[in-house]
């Protein structure tokens, strides 16, 4: 197994985010990421490496390049506002809602971050875009392992991607990498791609992405939106659109769903990715799933996710795993290793 780490995650390290109404320490922090690489090099589980570069291409085949622009240019933005600036985090405040404009870029700055933002719970920092540039190509690089003919590959990052739309930020996420590494496998030559998101937070950015497309499925099992994050998609009529219907899956699940009905959803995704035919799976490997998650609802064990890995193993795919959510610090680097050393071991 070789797990491609991203070495510069920490350069994205948000001091506040705002939460029920109150700033409040931000829930994503680099301690999770440093958990899942110190239990995998505990267990001595394959090989860990940086990612390989891309240009910046390789993002433009999912996001617009507009949006890329201001991601590579707002701390500088954020700068020239105000020297002073340097101790702050960029957090949106004004968004362009129903009936609002938005193929015209503001020249206002607040105004801006509103257009390529849906939340005011992801700060932007100083390191953010060389943290978010650096995932992404640990999620490309996995793919390009796909390629070669790898049965499997981990890409360690964060900030996580799936919330991340083409063209907008949220929910800790700036780029996509799920999506990314699923539009890789496809520019290689797979005819079919699947993307399966197992985080406890819908993925509406990678629906999005793929909802009108026929060539790759995308399956997420999370928490119900009428109560949960990121509320607004997720349902489970949301069966995709024009060329995509029937191409997009959603089981949304409610507070103190267990394992057992967790798992039935699993297996239900699993057998729909079956019957697309897909070519290679990736995986949106959220673990706030786990029963301890301080901002989610499920009741999943540490030990539930050696069956998870054992789920994922037995559906037969090439398989990228993307390291997405999980906000139980201390026990998420257990609870991923569980998934990848059950997956690797089947």
């Not at 995998?40 to 085949?61: N, S, Y």
């Not at 990715?273 to 990736?282: E, S």
């Amino acid at each position: 197994m070789i797990t491609y780490y991203n070495h510069l995650h920490a350069q994205h390290q948000g001091k506040v985010e705002m939460f029920r109404g109150a700033l409040v320490p931000c829930f994503e922090v680099p301690a999770r990421a440093d958990h899942v690489l110190a239990e995998l090099q505990r267990r001595g589980l394959g090989t860990v490496e940086p990612p390989h570069p891309f240009d910046d291409a390789a993002l433009e085949t999912i996001h617009s390049p507009r949006y890329l622009r201001f991601l590579a240019t707002a701390w500088d933005q954020w700068m020239a506002l105000d020297p002073a600036n340097a101790d702050k985090d960029i957090l949106p405040s004004v968004w362009p809602t129903r009936t609002f404009r938005t193929d015209v870029e503001p020249d206002n700055f607040a105004a801006k971050v509103g257009l390529y933002s849906y939340d005011a719970g992801s700060p932007f920092t100083a390191g953010t875009w060389v943290a978010a540039r650096a995932g992404a190509h640990c999620a490309l690089s996995a793919a390009e392992r796909l390629v070669r003919g790898d049965r499997a590959a981990f890409a360690l990052s964060r900030p996580p991607g799936h919330h991340a739309g083409a063209d907008f930020f949220g929910g800790y996420c700036f780029l996509n990498n799920a999506a990314l590494a699923a539009q890789h496998l496809r520019n290689a030559g797979m005819a079919k791609v699947a993307v399966l998101d197992i985080d406890y937070h819908h993925g509406n950015g990678t629906q999005a992405i793929f909802y009108d497309r026929p060539d790759v499925f995308f399956a997420s099992i999370h928490g119900d939106p009428h109560t949960e994050y990121p509320f607004y998609l997720g349902h489970a009529d949301e069966t995709g659109v024009g060329a995509g219907q029937g191409a997009n899956l959603n089981i949304p699940l409610p507070r103190g769903t267990g394992f057992a009905r967790w798992s039935a959803a699993l297996e239900h995704s699993l057998q729909a990715i079956q019957r697309f035919g897909a070519d290679a799976l990736v995986v949106s490997l959220g673990m706030d799933t786990f029963e301890g998650d301080p901002i989610s609802g499920f009741t999943l064990q540490s030990a539930d996710y050696l069956a998870v890995g054992q789920q994922l193993a037995a559906a037969g795919l090439p398989t990228v795993l993307v390291f997405e959510g999980g906000y139980a610090v201390a026990e998420v680097g257990v609870n991923a290793v569980n998934v990848l050393e059950a997956f690797f071991k089947a």
